[in-house]
């Protein structure tokens, strides 16, 4: 099988941390964004994967280049010259995405973060027999998404509704499909979108199925959506009895440390809080709801929450860091500095305190 994932483009939601990588390749609970997704999709047999991008593909390919061999799965990328929208991308990696095989072929959306339940969605597939499914996630207001209007007994979609003003239903697309080559008959090479253009057209003839999503989702492309996404993805963790959360005196709740992370004594770490590889994180500090990047070090008695710590930055000493405070890579937070939803570029230092949220350059 073979799949292929909307890389897209710049990730400007997520900068200042998508000025140092592509925003697939920003690290999301320890590991990049869309490893999450290679990682599923080669534990259901998909043997190649193809990413749709328009930005920075050599960056791309020779960092997953490791992970091609890693996971023993074949990793191309199918580039675009101008951006193609959600559709236009599967017109161009038509020739990749087709073989004599005949089988369905996944689609998903890089920011989004879920347990991807892919094995019950090919059964899905197969039970209705028609050309795609799509997969659907509740939400509580849904009159800020386009809504799934589907028959609820069989999962057959009738129609899509751009942001309803009155309650049509709490479905949405969760950018994770499943389609039949002959979709890819439907689709022109020029820019264009799957969910206002191509999907109405496969649901008016009676040919498009929705899933809808077990456990948690959430798209991950903006900063205040990825902190919410780490607690849901370490919940889930915990539900599943992962082996990987941290434990002891100084834990609260769910917490990912990675194995080579120093953590000094005295201090107080959780809830949802990830610190990646290689971070040192001094006695006294205290961690809440934050995500804490490789080589990051955090001096005695700093407090973070809310909040996105970069590669190689260092907070200093009884410094607090709050307010979804941004700081992208090697970013320098002075002593007893306090940052109030700062959104700080790469390779700055930080003397002043910032009171009100604003962006640093």
């Known amino acids: ?80 010259t101008e951006p193609l929208g959600t559709a236009g991308p599967l017109a161009l990696a038509r ?25 019950e969605m090919i059964q899905f597939h197969k039970s209705h027999g028609m050309e795609a499914s799509i997969m659907v996630t509740k939400v509580e207001e849904p009159s800020k998404y386009g809504v799934v209007v589907m028959e609820e007994s069989t999962g057959r979609v009738e129609k899509f509704v751009e942001k309803p003003k009155v309650f049509v239903g709490n479905k949405i697309n969760a950018g994770i499909y499943l389609l039949n080559p002959s979709v890819l008959e439907k689709i022109e090479l020029r820019p264009t979108s799957i969910e206002k253009e191509v999907f ?26 990825y902190i919410s996404g780490l607690r849901l993805y370490l919940d889930s963790l915990r539900k599943g009895s992962s082996p ?20 000094g004594d005295g201090c107080l770490i959780g809830p949802d809080v990830a610190i990646g590889p290689g971070c040192v994180i001094e006695p006294g500090v205290r961690l809440s709801r934050c995500s804490v990047m490789r080589g990051v070090r955090i001096k005695k008695h700093a407090c973070i929450s809310g909040s996105i710590i970069g590669w190689h930055s260092t907070v200093g000493r009884w410094a607090r860091v709050e307010n979804m405070t ?11 500095v306090y940052t109030n939803g700062g959104v700080v570029l790469p390779h700055k230092e930080i003397k002043s305190s910032i009171l009100k949220p604003q962006i640093v350059m």
């Open 244 to 263: 990987y959360l941290a434990s002891g005196a100084h834990i609260i709740g769910n917490v990912l440390v990675d194995e080579s992370a120093v953590i």
């Open 95 to 119: 020739d990749k995405l087709i073989d004599d095989s005949g089988d369905p072929f996944f689609v998903l959306n890089s920011d989004v973060i879920s347990e991807y339940p892919l094995k």
């Open 1 to 80: 099988m073979k799949a292929l994932i909307l890389v897209g483009g710049f990730g400007t939601r997520l900068r200042p941390l998508t000025l140092s990588v592509p925003k697939p390749l920003v690290d999301f609970a320890n590991k990049p964004m869309i490893l999450h997704q290679i990682e599923a999709l080669k534990a259901i047999g998909v043997t190649e994967v193809v990413l749709a991008i328009n930005y920075q593909p050599e960056v791309m390919l020779n960092f997953l280049k490791e992970y091609e061999k890693k996971l023993d799965i074949k990793i191309t990328c199918s580039q675009e």
């Open 326 to 336: 941004i700081l992208g890579e090697d970013v320098h937070i002075g002593d007893e």
């Open 200 to 225: 109405p057209k496969i649901a008016a003839e009676k040919q498009l199925y929705a899933m809808v999503l077990p456990g948690f989702w959430m798209d991950i492309g903006q900063p205040k959506d």
